[in-house]
């Protein structure tokens, strides 16, 4: 499939309806259980993202953010670090009139991400760094400078200490929050 001719969407409006079309065909491919190709569906949304600009994606980024939280937990590193950078994609080019749909999407992201940036595979944890600030972006996070300095140039669990805080306090109950924040960082610890 060739999207080169589709590239110029603030040229010709209309081929923004054409990549949007393409992009709902494709996403039904997503639905199927075992669907064939997943790297290549993949690459093909990312380009279409691409293409779409400032265009966005409109309501197809609640179905594809959708679609990408699971395969986070692939067995082949290629698919979760394609996952994982096409989801940053999705909360990055979603659109304003969609942000506030998305933040529940990135609000369940941040845990398998937090996890992710111990991957064992360098790809996929460079892919999380920057889908992990993609949604700190999203969320407004008071802290995100800070937060990309950390994960961009590796000072220390710095980074992990602020997100734990700030998870801590996002949450509802007053002891969920705790229990499950001392949880995850006990995990973190066993990690290192």
Not at 35 to 53: C, F, N, S, W
Not at 97 to 113: C, M
Request: hydrophobic share 45%; proline share 6%.
């Amino acid at each position: 499939m060739s999207l080169k001719g589709l590239s110029s969407t603030l040229m010709h409006p209309k081929k923004v309806v054409l990549l949007r079309g393409q992009l709902a065909g494709l996403l039904d491919r997503f639905g199927k259980p075992d669907p064939k190709d997943l790297m290549g569906l993949m690459e093909i949304l990312g380009d279409i993202l691409h293409r779409l600009g400032t265009q966005g994606v409109g309501a197809a980024s609640l179905k594809m953010a959708q679609h990408l939280l699971p395969l986070f937990e692939d067995e082949q590193a290629a698919v979760r670090g394609g996952a994982i950078s096409l989801f940053g994609d999705v909360v990055h080019s979603g659109g304003r009139k969609y942000r506030p749909e998305l933040k529940p999407f990135a609000f369940q992201a941040l845990v398998p991400l937090l996890l992710h940036l111990a991957d064992p595979c360098p790809d996929v944890a460079t892919h999380t760094k920057l889908t992990f600030l993609r949604c700190a972006i999203l969320l407004k996070w008071e802290f995100r400078k800070e937060l990309f300095g950390k994960l961009a140039w590796g000072h220390g669990l710095g980074a992990e200490n602020d997100i734990f805080i700030y998870t801590v306090r996002r949450q509802r109950p007053p002891g969920h929050g705790r229990r499950m924040g001392a949880a995850l960082l006990g995990g973190l610890w066993e990690w290192a």
